[in-house]
């Protein structure tokens, strides 16, 4: 059974930074890839930050590489969201993702399993 727990989320100013976590079950590193997602309001939900398992760079959303960076501590079974220089556009519910299926780390419905959310405020 996996489960994925976000946490970490919260108000910031404009320019500051942010970790967002992701407390996931041991199961969850069964998965091929895991990342995180975001969804504002109005708008459809985007990747921003994909790691596969097995090995690799992690991959970004062009809006923000240089500013976010995703990593894993497999000890600890937990995925992280470091956020810098944020931005009011940065606004929205971030999600912890997994997926078994291979293919692009980009597209929201090949996820199967998804936390709960964590709300991420910049103004």
């Known amino acids: 059974h996996v489960q994925l727990v976000e946490s970490g989320g919260g108000s910031v100013q404009v320019g500051g930074s942010m970790r967002l976590t992701c407390a996931a079950s041991?199961?969850?590193?069964?998965?091929?890839?895991m990342g995180w997602f975001r969804q504002a309001p109005g708008k459809e939900r985007e990747a921003v930050a994909g790691?596969?398992?097995?090995?690799?760079?992690?991959r970004y959303a062009d809006s923000v590489k240089g500013r976010f960076t995703i990593s894993q501590d497999n000890a600890k079974n937990t995925l992280y969201l470091q956020m810098n220089s944020l931005r009011p556009e940065d606004t929205a519910v971030y999600y912890c993702?997994?997926?078994?299926?291979?293919?692009?780390?980009?597209?929201?419905?090949?996820?199967?399993?998804w936390g709960p959310g964590t709300q991420v405020t910049v103004s």
């Open positions: 993702a997994a997926k078994r299926t291979i293919g692009t780390w980009l597209r929201a419905s090949d996820y199967t399993y």
């Open positions: 790691v596969f398992l097995a090995g690799g760079s992690p």
């Open positions: 041991p199961m969850a590193y069964r998965s091929q890839c």
